[in-house]
T-cell receptor, first 113, second 109 residues
Framework: DTEVTQTPKHLVMGMTNKKSLKCEQHMGHRAMYWYKQKAKKPPELMFVYSYEKLSINESVPSRFSPECPNSSLLNLHLHALQPEDSALYLC????????????FGQGTRLTVV | GQQVMQIPQYQHVQEGEDFTTYCNSSTTLSNIQWYKQRPGGHPVFLIQLVKSGEVKKQKRLTFQFGEAKKNSSLHITATQTTDVGTYFCAGRGSYIPTFGRGTSLIVHP
């Protein structure tokens, strides 16, 4: 199984809503990532988890809250988002942060209204 | 910090023509990865280069890693309409890969 599964595929939320994005992989990868991608731009790193511990937070606003319940799962909790947060949110995993290529999920296309 | 520059930003070709995209890093890389993202899709891993001067081929795609491990290229021979998409390089310095801005390939039939 070389898949990273993300749910939901599409999400529309209001600025007062609370929602969560989910990511799952069963490749035994110990590094998991959240990226944000705006149209016609490269993926922009948000968070890195290594062995279920948050190792990098790229100065992301606190309205985005990551969580890694176990080695296969990664969540991104969303609260009080702004319209400019609308983007494609990509989850990825790799063997570790120091090696291995990243396998990306299909992403969640988020629209904040 | 580490920066990865990728050129060109866009490339229009006629079907059957060749295509090349280039990545240059401000620092020496431990490895470089290439990804393809189709319109409306997600990045898909193509290949990883690790050794200085390494050349790898996948059918019509040729990937090169420079001798100094600071630059890389992806060359597609005889493009097809299925090659349409954005090609990203991601250079790994000491820790996390840094993505180039991508080259969008448009193939005209």
């Amino acid at each position: 199984d070389t898949e990273v599964t993300q749910t939901p595929k599409h999400l529309v939320m209001g600025m007062t809503n609370k929602k969560s994005l989910k990511c799952e992989q069963h490749m035994g990868h110990r590094a998991m990532y959240w990226y944000k991608q705006k149209a016609k731009k490269p993926p922009e790193l948000m968070f890195v988890y290594s062995y279920e511990k948050l190792s990098i937070n790229e100065s992301v606003p606190s309205r985005f809250s990551p969580e890694c319940p176990n080695s296969s799962l990664l969540n991104l909790h969303l609260h009080a988002l702004q319209p400019e947060d609308s983007a494609l949110y990509l989850c990825a995993s790799s063997q570790s942060t120091g090696e291995g290529s990243a396998f990306f999920g299909q992403g969640t296309r988020l629209t904040v209204v | 910090g580490q920066q990865v520059m990728q050129i060109p930003q866009y490339q229009h070709v006629q079907e059957g023509e060749d295509f090349t995209t280039y990545c240059n890093s401000s620092t020496t890389l431990s490895n470089i990865q290439w990804y393809k993202q189709r319109p409306g899709g997600h990045p898909v891993f193509l290949i990883q280069l690790v050794k200085s001067g390494e050349v790898k081929k996948q059918k019509r795609l040729t990937f090169q890693f420079g001798e100094a491990k600071k630059n890389s290229s992806l060359h597609i021979t005889a493009t097809q309409t299925t090659d349409v998409g954005t090609y990203f390089c991601a250079g790994r310095g000491s820790y996390i890969p840094t993505f180039g801005r991508g080259t969008s390939l448009i193939v005209h039939p």
